[in-house]
Structure formats: C-alpha cells, structure tokens
C-alpha cells in the first residue's frame, strides 16, 4: 500500500526514469527552447608539463644552494665556527620555496573554447584571464637558454588592451606552436567577422 499526499503520486517512478536515462535523455535546465540562452559547456583545463616543475626546482636549488655556502662557509671562516649556523636560514627558504613551487605549478591551467582562452593561475590569489581571440594581435612562443635545455616553450598573447595580455609558460614546443597557430588562426577568423 503506497502512502503519501495525491501530489507525491509518479514522483518516484519519474525520478527512478530520470536517474536511469543519460545526460542526453533529460531536459536541459534552461528549459524549453528559446526561454534561456544555451548553457555554456564546462571548459576542459590543461595543465602545464613537469618539465616547468622540474626547471624551477633546479634553479631554486642552484641559487639558494650557493647562498646556504656562503652564508655557511664564509662567516664559519671569518667570524667563528657557530656563524655557520646561518647556513640553516637559505635551508630553510629551499624547503619552503620547493613546496611553494609545486603548488604553483599545479594551480596553472588554461582551456580552450569557441569564442575565448582562458588562462588560470595562482595559489592564494586565484587570477583567470579571458582572452577573447578577437582581441588577439600577436601570439609568439619564446624560450630563452634555460628553456631550451628543459625542451621548454613559452606561448605570450598580446592585444589592443595590455591588461588582457597573457602568458602560458613551460609548454613542450610542439604545444606551444600548435597553440600559437590555432590563436593566430582562430584571431584571424574571429577578427575578420567584426
């Protein structure tokens, strides 16, 4: 025997029926045709490789490894013996610096979609940068000696606003000129229709 008030009746039936059928099968939330826009597709983030982590570490342990020498070394022979006690304050920034690296890595993403690329990045401060692909004037890869070794690219994006100018660094080169082509083409067909 069913209880329940005259409202409740198909309720279960339609929500068990909802709960089977797929994304494709139920109604969009905007409602019937033509009451709301289309709703906007979840974009698809891409991260950068670990190549950028792996530059970065390096370069942090090459500078604060000669500062912990020679906030070690040299005050150990000039001063006295306990001065090299100093040597645990550049330790100490490593350490921080090698996790605050990684979590800054891992916070920058960007994504594709039709009209815009979106550019996410940051640990305390989140910043996400629109760049509608209109707007771009010049997209160019560099990658400067340090890059180059880590097989690293650099993919900068500059418009007619400098404040919406970005950049996406550490890509593997191949990605970098891939992405820089479909920018340029994308600016071009997106530019040519204003």
């Given at each position: 025997?069913?209880?329940?008030?005259?409202?409740?009746?198909?309720?279960?039936?339609?929500?068990?029926?909802?709960?089977?059928?797929?994304?494709?099968?139920q109604p969009s939330p905007a409602g019937?045709?033509?009451?709301?826009?289309?709703?906007?597709?979840?974009?698809?983030?891409?991260?950068l490789p670990p190549g950028l982590l792996r530059m970065r570490r390096l370069l942090l342990v090459v500078w604060l490894g000669?500062?912990?020498?020679?906030?070690?070394?040299?005050?150990?022979?000039?001063?006295?013996?306990?001065?090299?006690?100093?040597?645990l304050l550049p330790l100490a920034l490593l350490a921080w610096g090698w996790v605050m690296l990684g979590r800054n890595w891992r916070s920058w993403r960007y994504a594709e979609r039709a009209d815009d690329?979106?550019?996410?990045?940051?640990?305390?401060?989140?910043?996400?940068?629109?760049v509608p692909y209109g707007r771009m004037q010049l997209v160019e890869v560099?990658?400067?000696?340090?890059?180059?070794?880590?097989?690293?690219?650099s993919v900068q994006l500059?418009?007619?606003?400098?404040?919406?100018?970005?950049?996406?660094?550490?890509?593997?080169p191949a990605e970098a000129e891939r992405l820089r082509d479909r920018l340029t083409e994308l600016g071009e067909a997106r530019s040519a229709g204003l």
């Open positions: 025997m069913e209880t329940g008030s005259p409202d409740d009746t198909g309720t279960a039936g339609a929500t068990r029926a909802a709960d089977r059928a797929g994304p494709a099968d019937p045709a033509g009451s709301a826009g289309p709703a906007r597709e979840e974009p698809v983030w891409t991260g000669l500062l912990t020498l020679a906030a070690g070394v040299l005050p150990a022979l000039f001063l006295a013996p306990l001065w090299a006690a100093l040597a690329l979106l550019i996410s990045r940051g640990v305390l401060w989140r910043e996400e940068t629109v560099t990658s400067g000696p340090v890059e180059r070794h880590f097989g690293l690219a500059h418009t007619a606003a400098a404040a919406t100018d970005a950049t996406i660094p550490g890509l593997d």
